[in-house]
């Protein structure tokens, strides 16, 4: 199952032509993870995430270029990859309905106590399994 968040555009995002600048799309698919792993209303300390996950690698693919407009973003977020200490999320990023840029992030479980990465707990893989669907095309 995909998770939706509608993400703003910042005037600051802008660049001298007015184009949403290509870093940051990065910074809005942040914006999902930290709504689906962080603030969704239904998570709690052991299936949302919060012990700690870092970046692992990004990729990124635009489509269309964006203008800054006071509508905000759709952003539809999912998991797959789900390994013992690593898993993926993508992004579908829609300007207006249009798609305008995809791309995936490998998620990283760390235990910043101990400063090293950790395995995926029994219940984070079940709340990452309500989100898990095939890579997009």
């Known amino acids: ?26 910074g809005y698919f942040e914006m999902a993870r930290v709504n689906l792993f962080f603030e969704h209303p239904t998570h709690d300390e052991r299936t949302g995430m919060r012990r700690g996950l870092v970046v692992h690698s990004h990729e990124i693919s635009y489509k269309r270029s ?33 798609l305008a840029v995809t791309g995936s992030t490998v998620l990283v479980p760390f235990d910043f106590a101990l400063e090293r990465p950790r395995r995926i707990t029994p219940e984070e893989k079940a709340f990452l399994l309500r989100y898990a669907d095939e890579p997009a095309a």
């Open 1 to 26: 199952m995909r998770h939706t968040v509608h993400v703003p555009m910042r005037w600051s995002d802008t660049d001298a032509y007015q184009h949403i600048n290509n870093v940051a799309f990065l």
């Open 66 to 98: 964006v203008l800054y407009d006071a509508e905000p973003l759709e952003v539809q977020i999912w998991v797959s990859g789900i390994r013992a200490a690593s898993f993926t999320c993508h992004y579908e990023l829609f300007d207006h309905g249009r």
